[in-house]
Nanobody
Framework: QVQLVESGGGLVQAGGSLRLSCAAS????????MGWYRQAPGKQRELVAT???????NYADSVKGRFTISRDNAKNTVYLQMNSLKPEDTAVYYC?????????WGQGTQVTVSS
């Protein structure tokens, strides 16, 4: 099994920044994709950003230019730097890690952006 531990959420004013971290441990073997998703109240979970083992990244249009995903492969950790935060970024953010035989989710971390 793969365990994911997230950290870094919190309350911030609009225009502020937060950095999320997600560390993977357990039967990791080869990680293919690490990413972040979010779910706001009353809405479906949506992709925020992903990063492949080859270095490719993908972002939701709503966060392009404001959020940056990065990976530390030696530490099996993925980060999400969130700048210029908006109230509409308020959501529970979930880490996701995919390997050849697993698709694991973190417990979620709350991000609240006040106006």
């Amino acid at each position: 099994q793969v365990q994911l531990v997230e950290s870094g959420g919190g309350l911030v004013q609009a225009g502020g920044s937060l950095r999320l971290s997600c560390a993977a441990s357990g039967s990791i073997f080869t990680i293919i994709v690490m990413g972040w998703y979010r779910q706001a109240p009353g809405k479906q979970r949506e992709l925020v950003a992903t990063a492949t083992s080859g270095g490719s990244t993908n972002y939701a249009d709503s966060v392009k230019g404001r959020f940056t995903i990065s990976r530390d492969n030696a530490k099996n950790t993925v980060y999400l730097q969130m700048n210029s935060l908006k109230p509409e970024d308020t959501a529970v953010y979930y880490c996701n890690v995919k390997g050849l035989r697993y698709d694991s989710w973190g417990q979620g971390t709350q991000v609240t952006v006040s106006s």
